[in-house]
């Protein structure tokens, strides 16, 4: 499957941003998807996961409250919903999927093997 992020941008803090990652070339149904972000120089971090039919979620402490995650199956799209943002949410933001993924791992990066090209979101103060 190819994932194609996008939706990043300049935004000050408290605002707001939608990632989309739209997916292609397999049935995105298949799929456990996750949001992961990176500041450079530092390891990546989990954000958000969900499963194939959005009947779970999980999130980083960091972001519980303010992020949500779902997915569009009809239109092979992901989305995280940023809201309230601080400085501190700067980084690329990547996502993932996994066919095989189990519930319990989904807040690891290693359980993921598609991994979409990442967008930067910069929040300033």
């Known amino acids: 499957v190819q994932l194609q992020a996008s939706g990043g941008g300049l935004v000050q803090a408290g605002g707001s941003l939608r990632l989309s990652c739209v997916a292609s070339?397999?049935?995105?149904?298949?799929?456990?998807m996750a949001w992961f972000r990176q500041v450079l120089g530092k390891e990546r971090e989990f954000v958000a996961a969900?499963?194939?039919?959005?009947?779970?979620?999980r999130y980083a402490d960091s972001v519980k409250g303010r992020f949500t995650i779902s997915r569009d199956n009809a239109k092979n799209t992901l989305y995280l919903q940023m809201n309230s943002l601080t400085p501190d949410d700067t980084a690329v933001y990547y996502c993932?999927?996994?066919?095989?993924?189990?519930?319990?791992?989904?807040?690891?990066?290693?359980?993921?093997?598609?991994w979409g090209q990442g967008t930067l979101v910069t929040v300033s103060s």
């Open positions: 993932a999927a996994s066919e095989t993924v189990i519930i319990s791992a989904m807040r690891s990066d290693g359980a993921y093997q598609h």
């Open positions: 070339g397999r049935p995105f149904n298949n799929f456990r």
């Open positions: 969900i499963t194939r039919s959005s009947s779970s979620t």
